[in-house]
């Protein structure tokens, strides 16, 4: 009796000259082999027909959703060492940069299974928390006072002090709204903040402030993993953003300028258009990592809390494309993650800001990241 041989077995494919093993059954995959483990197709004529044939004829997947599933496989790259920094700017206000942060936040929040945070740092007035329905009133300074209080922070603790976005899961920790007191916000003040966020998030997306001179910018580029800088179709936000690129390589952060996706937003599909954009994108192409267009949005020009079901379909496959370019990064790492790193965890110490009669207190070892590993079901499409 005669039975059938499974490819590079004995009687079957021949092995290869070389004395290597050939080996084929991952081929044999469930998606493959089980019917109700394959996807039903997302739309168009493909799904008509497997509608129509009960799922029994499977066309298969369309190139535009082969590709959707690469963006979202690269955003949910692991992050190496438990935690990736990072940093959105942009030297001018008002081109979209805040959006952006919280746009790309949304979107890793929502396809990946582990936590995501957006801090913002605006030593003004920050307008991160105006882009959430908040949950609670409480800003970074009073997470910062709370701090001297805690002897060993919890994850519970420090999500008293955030919001959270209901249609993504991004976290929200928002400045102060008093320009007067937001202004207090240090290099010191970020550290100890971005120290304590290492601790139960993997992703930490920072809003910065407009200027590159003030003290939180300082700790912002020395423990950024990466940067995000935003720009718009305009003569003067293009020279903005080529002159923060000069900035950064002239002070010691050239690496972060040539890894650094630059965001063009709100751009419009106007064939009047003055503006070159071949020759825009070509211009930051040459100088950093990639470049992403975000096309222009009604829902973003409300200018009020981001919803990712408001996106038209352009949009939001346009802040895929951006988390998926990022995503690349995560498994990469600038800084080796002090909270995570064996040799400082005994005594492990936070910079609490200082006080009256000292500058320092006792704070508790570094625990492990409680995030948990990617899932594989996006959480909103």
Partial sequence: MVHDQLPGSETGSAAPDDGTTVTQTHLLTPELLLRT?????????????????????????SPAELHRRKLIGLARTPVAGGHHR???????????????????????????????????????????SDRVRLETSATVRELLAELRTMDNPRY??????????????????ASSRDPAVSEAFCAGDY??????????????????????????????????????????????AARSAG????????HNHADLARSATVVLSGVREETRSTMDMDALRSHFDERC???????????????????????????????????????????????????????RRPSQEYELPATSSTSQRRRSPGLNNGAVHPDETVAAD
């Fill in 86 to 128: 990072l940093a959105v700017l942009s030297l001018k206000g008002g081109v979209g940069k805040t959006t952006t942060a919280v746009g790309l936040g949304s979107i890793l929040s929502s396809v990946r299974g582990d936590r995501v945070i957006a801090m913002d740092a605006n030593p003004d007035r920050g307008t991160l």
């Fill in 156 to 173: 519970a603790d420090v999500r008293t002090f955030t919001s959270q976005s209901a249609s993504s899961r991004l976290e929200i920790l």
């Fill in 37 to 61: 483990k394959r996807r039903a197709p997302a739309g168009g004529w493909r799904r008509l027909l497997y509608q129509a044939t009960g799922g029994h004829l499977h066309p298969g997947e």
């Fill in 243 to 250: 002159a923060t690129l000069d900035w950064l390589e002239a």
């Fill in 289 to 343: 990592r990639t470049v992403v267009s975000i096309p222009f949005d009604p829902h973003l020009e409300e200018d009020s809390a981001f919803e990712l079901e408001m996106l038209a379909p352009a949009t939001h496959e346009a802040y895929l494309t951006l988390a998926a370019t990022v995503g690349e990064a995560f498994s990469e790492q600038r800084h080796p993650s002090e909270a995570f790193s064996e040799q």
């Fill in 191 to 236: 550290r100890t903040i971005a120290m304590l966020l290492e601790r139960f998030y993997s992703i930490c997306i920072t809003d910065c402030g407009t200027g590159l001179l003030h003290s939180a910018m300082a700790a912002t580029l020395e423990l950024a993993d990466q940067i995000v800088l935003v720009t718009i179709p305009s003569v003067a």
